[in-house]
Each structure stands twice: as C-alpha cells, then as structure tokens.
C-alpha cells in the first residue's frame, strides 16, 4: 500500500500532525485528474469545458448522418414491403414492417440522445459563465445523468464515454443516476405498431390486425 494508505496516516488528522498541509494537499479537487494531473487554472477549466462542447457538437453531426442512414434505409424497406405485397407474401410484408418499427424507434432514441446533448453543451456554457476565478468546473448532477445515460446509446462513439469519465471526476456528486435513452417497449415490436405502418402504406389488409378485424363480432 501507498504511504498515504499505510495504519499509521489513514486519517487525515494523523497526516496533518506529521506532515502540515498535506491533508489539504490530498484533498485537491478530483476535476485535477481531468485535466492532466496538474493544478489547473481558471483558463484550463475553460478550455476543457470548451473542449467537451466541441465534442459534443462533433457528436451530434454524426448522430445525424446516423439518423439520415436510417430514413434512407427505411425507404428502401418500404419499397421492398410494396414489392413482397404486389406477390402477395404476407409473412415477409410482415417481417419488413416489423423492421420499419424498428428503424423509426431508433430515429427517436437518437432525437433523444442528440436533445440530451444540447442541454449538456448549454450547462457546460453555464458552468463556463460562472466559473469566474474558480479554478475547477462544476459539473451538476443532473448534466451528470446526461452524460451517463448518453455514453450507454449504443450509436455514439467511444468518445462519449471517455467524456463521461472526465466529467465524472468534476461531478458534484459521485454518479448521477444512470437512465438509459430508449423507447420503452423497443424490443417488443407490437403488432399494432405494425399494423400502424402497413396502414400508411395502404396495405393495411396485410397487417397482423387484419384478420382480427375482419372477423364478424
């Protein structure tokens, strides 16, 4: 074990006796280890804080080349969904609208992402006002929450998650609660949801409904 870890300085009291100031010393802000172990000043702050902006911004434009991705791969499901129809293969109409559900639930998870996104760029650009002659960021709770739930969406990049480390270490609490960002009931595709996109496409009588509903009371 450390020095500092040793039976004899656990406490800090002990260590103040034998070493004055060292307790103080120990006890640096956390938010030093983010920005490269040294004792930061009022401009590193900022400028890591700026930086965690930028990538942030950075992001959100692959978030939404991602969510573009997935609309343009949507279209050419519901081109093959008119195809499979036109043949009349029920099951296989089925299973291409269950993957247009699938694709719309993911556009929501990374609207949502990219949303959490913003407010973290707009409390970081708070905490960067504030700061005045501090020399450590103050990272809240609640941008703390974000930046957890944000590092688990499986589209982001590591970068995100590298982060969420650093931020962690200026949180003002340990760990925010982590909450996921996920549409509730993503991995159960509803027959109604289907049924859902099969309507829009006017092809409502294929849909797994049709049959319940074509059935006399």
Known sequence: SSYFGSNHFRSSQHLERAWPGAAKRRRRPRCVAAMGNK???ALDAKMKAKEWQWQLKTEIKHLD???KKIQADEAKL???IHAQADKGNVDSVQMLAKQVVRSRKAVQ????TKTSMHGVTLQ???SISMMG???AIKVSTDCMKSMNAIARVPEVSGMMEEMRREMAKCADAEDGIEEALKVEGEDEQADSEVQRILEEMA???MGPLAALSAEPA
């Open 109 to 112: 998870r990374l609207e949502k």
């Open 203 to 205: 092809l409502e009588k």
């Open 133 to 135: 002659t501090a020399h």
């Open 65 to 67: 080349k991602e969510i």
């Open 124 to 126: 970081l650009t708070t």
């Open 39 to 41: 004792q930061p000043t």
């Open 78 to 80: 519901q081109k093959e």
